[in-house]
C-alpha cells in the first residue's frame, strides 16, 4: 500500500528539484527584464510563491493519478475516464490525459459525476467551468486538499453544499479525507497522510525558502499586540512548587495579570526591547539546528538581566546596598552608579539581602533559586563558551524567560506612580 504513495511522492521531489533552478533563473531574468511599475514584492518572492503555485498543481495531479490507479486496481463499475476528443483516442493514456480538463468520472444512477481534486487557487476556475455547462459531467465534486476545524469545514464545505444545494447547482465540495475514506477506506487514507507530510516536509527544504514579515514600525507594534496577548493568557501558577501557597502566587497574579504589569514587556524600556527582539525572531524566521541559535535566545537572557536591574532601580536611595565592581557593599544610589556590579549574581544578591519583595519567605526563595538556576543553566553556558543549536533548548530558555517576568514583575513591591518608569501605560 505505502509504496504506492511513496512512489508517486518520490516523483513529484524530482520535480521540485528539477524546476528550483529554472524558477531561480527566470525569475531573476524577467523581473530585470519587465521592470514592474507596481512591485510589492521582490525576485525571491516572485521566485518562491512561483515554485508553491506550481508545486501544489502539481500535488494535486498526483493525488488525482493516485485516485485513478485506486479505481482501476479495485475495478470500480463507476468509473471511467473523461471523455477525449476523437482526434486525441489513439494517444497513449498519459498524452490523452493532458487533453481533459479533469481525469476522473463516477457513473451512478444514470448520472455523471465528475471528481477535480483543488488546490485554494483554482476552485473558482472549475467552479465557472461547470456552472456554464463546460464539462460533459451533470455533476461536479471538488475535493479540497486541506484538512480543515469544524468552524473552517462548515464554512468552506458544508455551508457552500447547502448553498448550491438551494440554488439547484449539481456541485458538491469534499475534503480530501472524506473522499478517500468514502472510496478507498480508512487506511489508505492514512497512508496517503503519510506521504504528502513527508513530501512537505523535504519539498520545503529543496525550495529553500520561507516568507517573513518586514519589521515595520507598524508590524512591530501589532507584533506587540498579540504577543501581549499570549503574555496575559499564559499559566503561570503550574509551574510554581506547592510549598509555596496559593496566597503568595495569588498576589503575583494579581500585580502581573489584573494590575497590568505584563505590560512593561511590550513597551520601549531595553528589557522589552531585548524580549521583543528575540521573541520576533523566534516566531518570525524559520529556525534550524544547522545554526548557532544564541543570536535568537541573546534577547531573552539579557532581558532578564536588564528587567531584575530596573524593578531594583526604583527602590534606588531608600538604603538598599549591592556589590561593587571591586567586591565591597555600597549602597545602591546614583552616585555609586558607576561603582555598582550590575551582573546577575549581583543583583540575585540584592534580593536575597534587601526587603524588596510583597511576598513571603517560600516564595521569596522559590523566585532566588529560579534565578541562580537561570544565572548558572541558562545564562552564563550560552554567553560565553557553548554553542546553542538544539531548537528543543531554545524553547525551554524562552519559556524560562517568560516564567521569571511573572515572578520578578508580580512579586517585586511597586508603587503605581512607579510603574510608568517600567513602561506600564494603563
Not at 4 to 30: P, Q
Not at 408 to 416: A, E, P
Request: net charge negative.
Amino acid at each position: 500500500m505505502a509504496n504506492r504513495y511513496e512512489e508517486a511522492f518520490s516523483g513529484l521531489l524530482d520535480l521540485v528539484r528539477g524546476g528550483k533552478e529554472f524558477h531561480e533563473k527566470y525569475h531573476k531574468n524577467i523581473c530585470e527584464s519587465i521592470g514592474a511599475i507596481i512591485n510589492l514584492g521582490d525576485s525571491s518572492y516572485a521566485e518562491y510563491s512561483s515554485m508553491v503555485e506550481t508545486n501544489e498543481l502539481r500535488v494535486a495531479s498526483t493525488i488525482e493519478n493516485l485516485a485513478v490507479s485506486l479505481f482501476t486496481d479495485n475495478s470500480n463499475p463507476q468509473f471511467s475516464f473523461y471523455p477525449v476528443q476523437k482526434q486525441y483516442e489513439k494517444l497513449p493514456l498519459e498524452e490523452q490525459a493532458k487533453t481533459r480538463p479533469f481525469q476522473i468520472i463516477l457513473t451512478a444512477d444514470g448520472m455523471k459525476t465528475g471528481i477535480v481534486f483543488s488546490v485554494s487557487s483554482d476552485v473558482g476556475r472549475y467552479y465557472r467551468m461547470f456552472i456554464q455547462d463546460e464539462y460533459a459531467v451533470e455533476r461536479l465534486i471538488i475535493v479540497h486538499l486541506i484538512d480543515p476545524d469544524e468552524e473552517a469545514y462548515d464554512a468552506i464545505i458544508a455551508r457552500t453544499n447547502q448553498v448550491n444545494e438551494g440554488s439547484g447547482h449539481h456541485l458538491k465540495h469534499m475534503t480530501l479525507k472524506e473522499f478517500w475514506v468514502e472510496y478507498f477506506g480508512e487506511d489508505e487514507y492514512n497512508a496517503l497522510v503519510v506521504a504528502i507530510n513527508q513530501f512537505n516536509n523535504q519539498a520545503q527544504e529543496i525550495i529553500g525558502f520561507s516568507t517573513v514579515v518586514t519589521p515595520t514600525e507598524a508590524a512591530i507594534n501589532h507584533f506587540r499586540e498579540t504577543t501581549g496577548k499570549m503574555l496575559r493568557e499564559r499559566t503561570y501558577s503550574s509551574l510554581i512548587p506547592t510549598d509555596v501557597y496559593y496566597s503568595q502566587v495569588h498576589i503575583m497574579e494579581q500585580n502581573y495579570l489584573t494590575q497590568g504589569r505584563w505590560q512593561a514587556m511590550i513597551g520601549r524600556k531595553n528589557f522589552a526591547i531585548s524580549f521583543i527582539t528575540s521573541e520576533w525572531y523566534f516566531k518570525m524566521h524559520q529556525l534550524t539546528e544547522s545554526f548557532d541559535l544564541t543570536w535568537v535566545a541573546a534577547g531573552y537572557l539579557k532581558s532578564v538581566e536588564q528587567l531584575l536591574y530596573a524593578v531594583i532601580e526604583l527602590s534606588e536611595g531608600t538604603g538598599i546596598t549591592i556589590r561593587s565592581t571591586d567586591r565591597t557593599i555600597i549602597e545602591f544610589s546614583k552616585e555609586n552608579e558607576s561603582q555598582i556590579d550590575s551582573t546577575l549574581g549581583s543583583l540575585k544578591a540584592v534580593v536575597e539581602h534587601n526587603r524588596l519583595l510583597e511576598v513571603n519567605q517560600y516564595a521569596r526563595e522559590h523566585i532566588i533559586n529560579t534565578i541562580e538556576d537561570w544565572r548558572k543553566k541558562k545564562r552564563n553556558g550560552f554567553f560565553h563558551k557553548d554553542v546553542l543549536q538544539s531548537i528543543d533548548q531554545l524553547k525551554e530558555i524562552r519559556e524560562s524567560a517568560l516564567q521569571l517576568y511573572f515572578l520578578i514583575l508580580g512579586s517585586f513591591t511597586i508603587d503605581d506612580s512607579q510603574l510608568i518608569r517600567l513602561g506600564v501605560i494603563n
